[in-house]
């Protein structure tokens, strides 16, 4: 790797290169930042800030709360499943500084697959947005948590701003629903009771386990990555490398916008933890497929850095509104999740005179493994080049590393890749027990640049989620009037793929409408496929095995 023109200017794969780590948790990493950047401004969303010794504070009564009041100890798992808020960090933090394993949980979720990531995580207790506790309230009796903590989103705004949040959410726009979970405590219960009680600190260990981050992984059902504390570290370390040249100290705070949701591993390691790391003020944004309000609230601020996946990024640059905004103090954006397409990122800059550069990881990464280089060196159709102390390679199917500019699986080993999924099999997820298989295939360019070829098997990709075809056919299948069943991924110019699914009715009577409404009782919407198209059989292979493969061949002919 040393022949590469980049390497001295971006040396990889060198085990010591990021040096010691510098904390010996995640909680020494917080709460240095909380003491150094003090009472400036650490998080702002829905009208409200809260500054970095609040959150400091807020964190440690959470923390004394779940250990004094609930009685939880070190290693026990806490799901938290609410969109970007301030009660995130605050709960974030909280958690780590109890000693807790964080269970990040997409508050999409439907009752069913939360009640499979609970019950997988043997979490002890639950912090949840009011807006999404009626599908809790289904499945309480099913999970093995005894604690339940309710959120309204307004909580720690404040004053009148919070409660004229909450009165809005739940009475004029109708977003929460009627729920009875009569041994829940509020969160802001939760905080005041906290208050009132000593924090113990646990010893924590860089090799304890800080979260478990639930992914489809390679293939299958959704399992959880355990990332610990020294691989959120030291991915810390490695991303702070790579975002120094968009991370310059001035006299003025800068901002980074996030809009990608905290219980996301993108946002969850760079926005919350090293922005936090770095002292700049973030901006939550909570909801930010509502394009107008996510719009006017952008156009407040003159930040300095975005993180965002294509889909976010194309319906900024198609908005009114986004050419009129302030990008003097913009300094860059990364994308993430899905691949960026070339005609989004040129009129990005042309537009903001600022580059839009494209990383690459996975949940079970921390996330980032490649990234383009931001101090423009970034070389567009490319997922850029490893981060430090990152080995990126290719395999053939046998664990044989290939040579330069030939397609196979790509492949890593650092320290920031997870040490296995949660209880469970870890046979096959790594090569020679080291490199860990990212089930993409991709090649190494002329000059050492990674590009993603294809996704590995039949992984489809919708707006930089993992979905696996495996359970958009066991739900369908469920359905008594379905007899056979098939999905795959399409092209979609918004989406980067969408779902396709192939139908052999059982009921003459089946009927779109019916399997849509079916998907959208079991599924997240973006696991419910755009198109349904029914037909007398499927293609399948001579021991019966339905073949998706032609399906998308039949597909890429069309």
């Known amino acids: 790797m040393a022949d590469f023109p980049w390497f001295k200017k971006y040396p990889v794969g060198i085990p010591h290169e990021i040096g010691a780590l510098e904390f010996n948790s995640l909680v020494e990493l917080f709460e240095t930042s909380s003491k150094k950047f003090s009472d400036t401004v650490a998080y702002d969303n829905l009208g409200g800030q809260l500054t970095y010794n609040e959150v400091d504070k807020l964190s440690t009564d959470f923390a004394a709360y779940l250990q004094k009041d609930l009685g939880l100890k070190k290693g026990e798992r806490i799901a938290i499943q609410m969109p970007n808020l301030l009660q995130f960090p605050v709960a974030f933090i909280g958690a780590l500084k109890a000693g807790l394993i964080v269970v990040n949980t997409n508050p999409l979720y439907t009752a069913r697959e939360m009640e499979h990531q609970f019950k997988d995580a043997g979490i002890s207790a639950l912090v949840i947005v009011a807006n999404f506790a009626h599908n809790l309230e289904t499945i309480i009796d099913k999970v093995p948590a005894k604690h339940y903590i309710v959120t309204e989103m307004g909580d720690l705004v404040g004053g009148f701003k919070g409660w004229l949040v909450n009165f809005v959410v739940k009475y004029i726009k109708k977003l929460v629903h009627s729920y009875n979970l009569p041994h829940a405590l509020s969160f802001k219960a939760a905080l005041k009771k906290g208050a009132n009680l000593k924090l113990d600190k646990p010893q924590i260990d860089r090799e304890d386990v800080a979260v478990l981050q639930y992914t489809g992984g390679t293939t299958g059902i959704s399992k959880g990555a355990q990332l610990s504390h020294r691989n959120l570290i030291a991915h810390n370390m490695m991303i702070r490398h790579w975002f120094s040249p968009l991370l310059k100290e001035t006299n003025q705070q800068e901002i980074v916008i996030t809009a990608i949701p905290m219980y996301h591993i993108f946002a969850l390691s760079v926005n919350l933890t090293l922005m936090y790391y770095s002292g700049l003020k973030i901006v939550l944004i909570t909801d930010p497929r509502d394009m107008n309000g996510f719009m006017k609230e952008l156009a407040k601020h003159k930040f300095s850095i975005i993180l965002g996946v294509n889909t976010l990024f194309n319906g900024m640059l198609n908005h009114p509104l986004f050419k009129t905004m302030d990008f003097s103090r913009l300094r860059g954006a990364v994308g993430g999740g899905m691949a960026v397409q070339d005609a989004v990122a040129i009129k990005w800059t042309e537009i903001t005179k600022s580059p839009l550069v ?90 050492g640049y990674f590009k993603i070829v294809d996704r590995k098997k039949d992984m489809i990709k919708v707006s930089g989620f993992n979905v696996f075809p495996n359970e958009i056919e066991n739900v369908l299948a469920s359905n008594p009037k379905v007899l056979e069943v098939a999905a795959i991924g399409v092209p979609d110019v918004k989406s980067g793929e969408v779902i396709k699914a192939f139908v052999v009715k059982k009921d003459p009577s089946l009927t779109e409408e019916e399997l849509k409404k079916y998907c959208h009782e079991n599924l997240t919407n973006y696991k419910v496929p755009k198109y349904f198209v029914f037909r007398t059989e499927l293609p399948k292979s001579n021991v019966g095995k339905i073949l998706r493969r032609t399906l998308k061949e039949e597909e890429a002919k069309a």
């Not at 423009?376 to 430090?388: A, D």
């Not at 990152?390 to 290939?402: K, M, P, R, Y």
């Not at 469970?424 to 027990?433: I, L, P, Q, R, S």
Request: charged share 25%; with cysteine.
């Open 358 to 447: 494209e990383g690459y990881g996975l949940s079970e990464t921390s996330p980032v493994l490649c990234c383009n280089p931001l101090d423009g060196n970034h070389k567009r159709g490319t997922i850029g080049l490893p981060m430090p102390s990152t080995e990126v390679a290719i395999f053939d199917d046998d664990g044989n590393q290939l040579s330069q500019g030939e397609t196979g699986e790509i492949c890593a080993r650092g320290p920031q890749v997870m040490r296995g999924y949660w209880q469970k099999d870890n046979e096959g997820v790594f090569f020679n027990n080291e490199w860990f298989r990212t089930g993409d295939i991709g090649l190494m360019d002329a000059e």
